[in-house]
């Protein structure tokens, strides 16, 4: 079985200033790992994904994570945020290999502040 | 090309009753996953179907029932309706590539039991 810690529930951050959301997982086997946003009242959207490969991957609005095995992180960082940027992120792992379940963090809001 | 659709968006229930929800997948893909996200928590697994096959079940009673149609569609359907049934449920979509798989998630169906 997997699991997902998200440490911080609320990080209020001033607008073009860096932030990074973190994200520690546990897992006895390989694992894929995600970043969900979900805006308010809304489903949610793929933010951007480690299934194999460079263990840094980015998304096409300025966030990228880091995939560290040996910290079993997936933090998520932005070097300037928007306005826009405002919500929530979920950190998600599934097992590798296709046709497993994703376990959720609990989420972190990020607001960002004039 | 359209995403994940999801009805109703929204739907109020009494205790007792019971509730279909439904979930068309991005065209293409032929896993469908539900999700039960709790206000203030992280989505959690219900169910997951390949190719009309259920391939996983998370810790959910055996009031919760779903089932995938030849189109690939889904739907989740909730007995006796309990107060803590109250939630945003995500319907997801994946496609398997070479053993790696991405849950794209539609805008979900919001339940509110009275």
């Known amino acids: 079985a997997q699991s997902v810690t998200q440490l911080d529930s609320q990080v209020p951050v001033f607008e073009e200033a860096p932030v990074e959301l973190r994200c520690n997982y546990s897992?006895?086997?390989?694992?894929?790992l995600f970043w969900y946003v979900q805006y308010p009242n809304q489903g949610l959207q793929l933010l951007l994904k480690?299934?194999?490969?460079?263990?840094l991957v980015e998304s096409i609005n300025g966030f990228e994570a880091e995939f560290n095995k040996s910290q079993t992180s997936f933090h998520l960082r932005k070097p300037s945020v928007h306005i826009s940027d405002t919500a929530e992120y979920f950190c998600?792992?599934?097992?590798?290999?296709?046709?497993?379940?994703?376990?959720f963090g609990t989420g972190t809001q990020l607001k960002v502040e004039l | 090309d359209a995403g994940v659709t999801q009805s109703p968006t929204h739907l109020i229930k009494t205790r007792g009753q019971h509730v279909t929800l439904r979930c068309s997948p991005i065209?293409?893909?032929?896993?469908v996953s539900w999700y039960q996200q709790v206000l203030g928590q992280g989505p959690q697994f219900i169910f997951q179907y390949y190719e009309k096959e259920e391939r996983g079940r998370g810790n959910f009673p055996d009031r919760f029932s779903a089932r995938q149609f030849p189109n690939y569609s889904s739907e989740l359907n909730v007995n006796a309706l309990l107060l803590g049934d109250s939630a945003l449920y995500l319907c997801?979509?994946?496609?398997?590539?070479?053993?790696?798989?991405?849950?794209?998630f539609g805008p979900g169906t919001r339940l509110l039991v009275l």
């Open positions: 897992s006895s086997v390989s694992v894929y």
């Open positions: 065209s293409g893909h032929k896993s």
């Open positions: 480690y299934l194999s490969g460079s263990t």
């Open positions: 997801a979509s994946s496609l398997w590539d070479q053993g790696k798989e991405t849950q794209y």
């Open positions: 998600a792992v599934s097992a590798a290999g296709g046709g497993n379940k994703l376990t």
